[in-house]
């Protein structure tokens, strides 16, 4: 999955998605192919994942059917760990002697909740002290029909035993226990662990505390590593397969979504005070409003100028319903701002040029013109006039990642005045 299914997703989702721009022209079968074959390679690593680890996560546990005496059993890591920090009379008071690397942990429990409680355990054949009685025949437990009840019960007999004195004083004890086990261990570290290096070489039985702990040692290792490998291998193959979907679903597959990386609008800024009109062509987050992004390109070109007005466009109009959503050309797009009782036009078009597949390029044509408002008993409402002190900057700036991050910006600009048609705009006669 790391080689081959990870690299692929990434590079479809991030760059090539960055460096496409979806319309009638581009072909979008390579990549709905190269998705689907990571869709389902993904799927079924996951169903490989699933009975290599069954065992070890989703097995339902088994209890023995016979006990041996004298048999070392393999204790489960909660209670060899419970075992290892317990502090009851039956451990011997905590075994405070005993510099383990558990030692923090129960001289922590001694100082601020106590020693744990005694178990106390009667076994009625010990010695032959209690006559043993003749084992009789478990009766089956009986599943209970109705399982409602039972969880009323339940409820009522959490409800009967709820103290809320004694759970913020155990919550409390508890954090106590914690913080002081932490400390305890910054403070065996600052001596370089030297009670524990004396536990494990120089103290009696010293060879059986380092078998002890190798054992333990290779036993958590080894259940960390396995369930490391088995949630990080389905997390991350969840995440791939949500992208490969999410790109499945998308205009540069068979959806409608805009939720991979897409340049896709055309904004223009007009200054007022500075006479200066921006044109960019720009990507959309799917995850942030248009409002933000015409704040963001007012504050870049105008940031004193409070009357600097932003319009973005979509450089593709919906089309028929199909296979997905196919989209269809636009033509020309004109905004018009009124500027000091006149009013500015300008207009822009965007075309592809797909014809050489291995250098395709955007071209953006651009034109402004200035209508002078003539006066009011005149017929004409607007005159048309091009020389003005007007002047547009198309921007070239280079998107940030991943935009053309594998791939070259080949966009073109040109003037073109024939977009606007500069003739007067009549008033309309009321009949």
Not at 122 to 136: F, H, M, R
Not at 291 to 313: A, F, M, P, R, W
Not at 325 to 335: A, D, I, L
């Amino acid at each position: 999955m790391s080689l081959h299914d990870a690299p692929m997703t990434l590079l479809n989702y991030f760059y090539i998605a960055a460096c496409r721009c979806p319309n009638p022209q581009i072909l979008s079968w390579p990549l709905i192919l190269s998705t689907a074959a990571c869709t389902v390679s993904l799927i079924w690593r996951l169903t490989v994942l699933y009975f290599s680890y069954k065992r070890m996560v989703c097995a339902k546990p088994i209890p023995p059917k016979k006990t041996l005496t004298g048999v070392a059993v393999n204790t489960p890591l909660r209670k060899h760990f419970q075992m290892a920090i317990d502090t009851s009379n039956a451990s011997n008071g905590g075994r405070l002697l005993e510099f383990d690397e558990t030692w923090p942990i129960r001289w922590a429990r001694l100082r601020t909740l106590g020693p744990h409680p005694d178990v106390i355990v009667v076994d009625p054949e010990t010695n032959g002290d209690v006559k043993s009685k003749p084992k009789s025949k478990a009766k089956p437990k009986v599943r209970e029909k109705n399982s409602c009840g039972k969880w009323i019960r339940r409820f009522e007999k959490f409800r009967a035993n709820f103290d809320i004195f004694s759970i913020i004083r155990n919550i409390i004890g508890y954090s106590c226990w914690f913080i002081v086990s932490i400390l305890t261990y910054m403070s065996c570290s600052l001596v370089l662990w030297l009670p524990c290096l004396y536990h494990y070489t120089c103290r009696h039985n010293s060879f059986y505390h380092r078998h002890k702990l190798c054992r333990s040692f290779i036993k958590y290792f080894s259940v960390t590593f396995h369930y490391t490998i088995f949630y990080l291998s389905l997390l991350f193959s969840v995440v791939l397969i949500g992208l490969n979907l999410t790109l499945l679903s998308s205009v540069h597959g068979l959806g409608s979504n805009n939720l991979p990386p897409e340049v896709d609008r055309i904004c223009v800024t007009v200054s007022p005070t500075s006479k200066t009109i921006y044109t960019n062509i720009l990507p959309a987050s799917a995850f942030e409003r248009e409002i933000v992004l015409h704040k963001q390109l007012n504050q870049k070109y105008g940031e004193n100028d409070t009357s600097i007005v932003t319009e973005c466009k979509p450089l593709w109009t919906a089309g028929r319903l199909g296979v997905g959503f196919t989209r269809s050309n636009t033509g020309p797009w004109q905004m018009r701002t009124p500027i000091n009782g006149h009013m500015l036009a300008v207009s822009t078009l965007i075309t592809f040029n797909t014809t050489d597949r291995t250098n395709p390029s955007l071209r953006l044509d651009y034109t402004h013109s200035l209508y002078l408002r003539s006066e009011y008993k005149s017929d004409v409402r607007f005159t048309c006039t091009r020389n003005t002190e007007w002047k547009i900057i198309p921007s070239v700036a280079q998107l940030s990642w991943p935009y053309f991050s594998a791939c070259q910006q080949n966009w073109k600009f040109n003037e073109k005045p024939e977009l606007i048609k500069c003739g007067p705009i009549f008033r309309r006669k009321h009949v």
